[in-house]
């Protein structure tokens, strides 16, 4: 598929963009792994040192909640233009929910206090990419049970788009955005705390979608 291959060499693409003095060149033989590896935490513990000289104590308590992809190109604070620290993010691959997640919003409303929780996909998320690949030809290779489980959580997003005349990038958008919608349900249906937060309108849940190649953020409509 074309939007498959396009999510593949944007994977390429991220694996030659420089980080911080680090740069990273793509595929590495396991002793060139190793010196990226040093390099890594060398450029981990110095720039810890100039993050300390700069540290600002903060209240702690952010100003709302995300459920956002793990991609790196997906960056909360940065997409709205907010502080460091302003959100509670919690982040997965394809921006899934599970116990541990759910938890963890629950904890945010509660002890946290925050009363807006935004569900954040992304276009080209190769999480997506990989699920729409995983229903047109199921791998028959080993895969392991966490990855079966990930892979079971995005299905019902590819499954809910049902439209036979989209183009392979038009199916991938939709995907996106079933996903946002799908995992909105999940936390409605398997955390009644959220649920009942949101009925009381203590909370209130959104779903959104960040465009990679703008910047802007679509707000869905349920
Ligand atoms: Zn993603």
């Known amino acids: 598929m074309k939007g498959l291959k ?11 963009v ?3 003095a680090v740069e990273r ?3 590495l033989a396991p002793p060139d792994i190793k010196k990226q590896q040093d390099a890594i935490m060398s450029m981990l513990i110095k720039g810890n040192k100039v993050h300390q000289k700069h540290i600002v104590r903060k209240p702690g308590l952010p100003l709302l909640m995300m459920v956002s992809c793990a991609d790196s190109r997906v960056e909360p604070e ?8 302003e959100i509670y993010t919690v982040r997965a691959f394809g921006n899934i929910v599970d116990k541990s997640i759910l938890g963890s919003l ?7 206090e925050c009363h807006v929780l935004v569900v954040m996909g992304h276009t080209h998320c190769t999480a997506l990419a990989g699920a729409l690949s995983e ?10 049970l966490n990855l079966q489980d990930l892979d079971a959580r995005l299905q ?3 499954e809910a788009v049902v439209d036979k005349n989209l183009t392979d990038e038009e199916r991938w958008d939709a995907v996106v955005r079933a996903n946002v919608l799908n995992t909105m349900r999940t936390i409605r249906e398997q955390s009644p705390e959220l649920w009942q937060m949101e009925q009381d309108e203590t909370l209130k849940i959104v779903g959104a979608v960040y465009h990679l190649d703008t910047g802007a953020v679509e707000w869905l409509k349920e």
Do not use: C, Q
């Open 6 to 16: 396009y999510g593949l060499m944007l994977i390429l693409l991220a694996a030659v």
């Open 18 to 20: 420089p980080l911080g």
């Open 25 to 27: 060149t793509g595929i």
């Open 78 to 85: 940065a997409i709205f233009d907010m502080k460091p620290g």
């Open 106 to 112: 629950e904890y945010g409303a509660d002890n946290l």
């Open 135 to 144: 229903h047109n030809s199921p791998r028959t290779t080993w895969r392991s």
């Open 156 to 158: 019902p997003a590819v």
